[in-house]
């Protein structure tokens, strides 16, 4: 599945003319050796690819650091350079994962519209699939809709949910699935959250209130606060996710819409900016789109002629 799926990110990535992969391929093939240009225009390429500018400019410097040290002055050696820091950069901390072998409970937040409910629908059927026992609770209470759209998802992904009536407390439904997710011996109990950011005070009071009744129901369960952003949005997105880091502990990054942009870099920017791993990718619209990350894959899509 990752294969076909990482195929399919690969062909979004170099679908225009403009796309990263282009564009850094003929940087690298301009001319055979390295100067000035070739660093300007490199820099260039990695900025508009949505890389950012902090992570971009660290790249950079690395990349200078290791050509002078190891004395490289042709431009495809640097192209290895460049790819092996990427590669490392995205690299997955050997506990990114280890959720996933005990009984956890998963917040799924972000700001409107980025993917928080689909994503949850998807990670449901993943988890299914891998013969998880998984429940889902519906903690985005302020709009009916938002409850009828993720039991919907509950449906295709054939998961049992925990609903609450509009306007109810969202720590209330995450009470009841807490006590379902207990009774009916889960192993993932995972939570939509309403992604609004206008009351910043609120959100911050509701997800600790939230995160509270966890860790006073389920103290030995697994905790992952994974923060989704809508990889179409790029450096905007990073900025909203920065509000979050002041209100909850963030474990990981799901990465929505990556099908939509061709301008993959943004999940090196990410992960600079934010210092903690992306986890899964979405890529489409389907319960089958989403796919844990994978950092060779990933880099394999950024460039593509580098096998
Ligand atoms: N192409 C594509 N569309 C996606 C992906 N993930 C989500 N979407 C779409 O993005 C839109 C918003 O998704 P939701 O899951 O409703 O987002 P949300 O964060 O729950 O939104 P709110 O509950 O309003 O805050 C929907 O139209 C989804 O189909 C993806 O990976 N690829
Ligand atoms: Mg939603």
């Not at 971009?56 to 820091?85: N, P």
């Not at 009984?103 to 059927?125: D, E, M, P």
């Not at 039991?151 to 720590?171: H, L, Q, S």
């Not at 979405?282 to 894959?297: L, Q, R, V, Y």
Request: proline share 3%; aromatic share 6%.
């Amino acid at each position: 599945m990752g294969e076909g799926i990482f195929g399919r990110l690969k062909a979004s990535l170099t679908k225009t003319r403009s796309s990263i992969s282009d564009n850094l391929d003929r940087v690298f093939t301009g001319s055979t050796e390295i100067d000035e240009d070739f660093y300007e225009e490199l820099e260039e390429q990695l900025i508009m690819a949505d890389i950012g500018v902090a992570a971009t400019s660290r790249i950079m410097d690395h990349l200078r650091e290791q050509a002078a040290g190891e004395k490289i002055t042709r431009r495809e050696d640097c192209r290895e350079l460049l790819i092996g820091d990427i590669r490392e950069q995205m690299a997955m901390p050997p506990t990114a994962y280890v959720f996933l072998n005990g009984r956890t409970v998963i917040f799924v937040i972000g700001v409107n519209g980025a993917g928080k409910t689909t994503s949850v629908g998807k990670l449901a059927a993943l988890f299914k699939k891998a013969g998880k026992k998984v429940l889902v609770a519906a903690a985005d209470t302020y709009r009916a809709a938002a409850t009828e759209q993720l039991v919907e998802w509950t449906k295709r992904a054939d998961v049992p949910v925990i609903t609450g009536a509009e306007g109810a407390d969202p720590a209330s439904v995450v009470y009841d699935a807490v006590h379902a997710a207990q009774a009916r011996d889960i192993d993932m109990l995972i939570i939509d959250t309403a992604g609004r950011l206008h009351n910043k005070k609120n959100l911050m009071e509701e997800l600790a209130k939230m995160n509270r009744i966890i860790d006073k129901e389920l103290p030995f369960w697994n905790h992952e606060n994974l923060i989704v952003l809508d990889g179409t949005t790029g450096q905007n997105g990073l900025t909203q996710a920065r509000e979050f880091f002041d209100v909850a502990k963030l474990s990981g990054i799901i990465l929505t819409k990556l099908d939509g942009t061709s301008k993959g870099g943004i999940a090196v920017a990410i992960v600079n900016e934010l210092g903690i791993p992306v986890k899964y990718v979405g890529i489409g619209e389907g319960i089958d789109d989403m796919t844990p990350f994978d950092p060779d894959e990933y880099v394999r899509a950024l460039f593509p002629t580098q096998e």
